[in-house]
């Protein structure tokens, strides 16, 4: 009897030990799944990118098009790379009914954020004043098939000035203003317009002391525009020829030799003749 219950008891330590064995890996592998979870879940905190919402175009919205709620869509951007003068909320774009409506002022692309600097104030007309950079004036200059670049220019260009006049009594030819924009040629101020048009006028955008000098080189010569490229940033830096300088021609004083006379008279006719200066 004595020997069973010990065999009993054995066997009760044994299963007891073998248990809690069990558990101890079970509990072993726990911390280590647990612990792999706190690893996995810091590296995915580092790779989230933080977001705000901002106003896209929900398609592509042209110059002159009155923006409507319909036209809009709102998506996540990476907040880091937010632009500048973008909306969070449709509401801000739209305003109230009683605020009016707004114009896109230029091209937007589907997708593209809607800029403040894109689209008019709430109940402003779109026009040319609309597209002036703060401090900056519009000035219209008048030009023909030559000097306006024969209709290929269009609003949104940049150009370079130059002025033909006289100057100490020679014709010369000079670079007055670089990298100007075209806001307006004629009445037409769409950016997006394709149609070549030759200009009889062109409006710029420059600042009120270029106003002056402009005003000055169109009454006393004229002014010839030349197209840049579109992603042309250089400068010519000054320029300046006249016809000598064109052609290679140099002036050479001549020394002027004093020629003296004296009149004879014989009987009434009266003869110059030359003499010896003295």
Same mark, same amino acid.
């Given at each position: 009897?004595?020997?069973? +219950? ?18 101890? #890996?079970?509990?072993?592998?726990? &911390? ?12 995915? *905190? ?9 106003? @896209? ?9 009155? $923006? ?10 990476? !907040? ?9 909320? @449709? /509401? ?28 008019? #104030? +709430? ?8 597209? $002036? %950079? ?32 006289? #100057?100490?009594? &020679? ?6 203003? %670089?990298?100007? &924009?075209?806001?307006?040629?004629? &009445?037409? !101020? ?6 070549? =048009?030759?200009? *009889?006028?062109? =409006? $710029?955008?420059?600042?009120? #002391?270029i106003v002056a000098n402009l005003v000055q080189f169109q009454s006393s010569g004229k002014?010839?525009? !030349?197209? *840049? ?13 006249? =016809? ?8 050479? /004083?001549?020394? %002027? ?5 004296? =009149? ?9 003749? %030359?003499?010896?200066?003295?």
């Open positions: 009897m004595r020997l069973v +219950f010990l065999l009993v008891l054995f066997i009760g330590i044994g299963t007891a030990g073998y248990a809690t064995l069990m558990i101890k #890996n079970r509990f072993t592998d726990y &911390q280590v799944k647990v612990s792999q979870l706190e690893n996995e879940l810091r590296v995915s *905190r580092g790779q989230i990118v933080e977001t705000t919402p901002v106003v @896209v175009a929900a398609g592509e919205l042209s110059y002159g098009h009155t $923006l409507k709620e319909t036209d809009l869509a709102l998506i996540n951007w990476p !907040s880091a790379d937010l632009p500048a003068n973008v909306y969070s909320s @449709v /509401e801000d774009v739209i305003g109230a009914e009683e605020d009016g409506v707004r114009y896109i002022k230029r091209k937007i692309e589907a997708g593209e954020p809607i800029l403040s600097t894109k689209v008019t #104030n +709430f109940g402003e007309d779109i026009g040319v004043n609309t597209l $002036l %950079e703060p401090g900056t004036r519009a000035f219209a200059i008048r030009v023909d098939v030559a000097s306006g670049v024969s209709g290929f220019i269009q609003p949104g260009d940049e150009v370079d000035i130059y002025w033909t006049g006289t #100057n100490l009594g &020679q014709v010369i030819t000079k670079l007055v203003l %670089e990298k100007v &924009q075209i806001i307006a040629i004629d &009445q037409q !101020s769409d950016q997006d317009s394709s149609r070549p =048009t030759v200009a *009889r006028t062109v =409006t $710029l955008q420059v600042s009120p #002391n002014l010839t525009l !030349s197209l *840049r490229g579109v992603e042309d940033t250089s400068t010519a830096g000054p320029i300046e020829v006249d =016809t000598s300088t064109l052609i290679g021609n140099e002036i050479i /004083e001549v020394e %002027e030799t004093p020629i003296c006379t004296r =009149t004879v008279r014989r009987g009434v006719e009266a003869i110059v003749v %030359e003499v010896p200066c003295e």
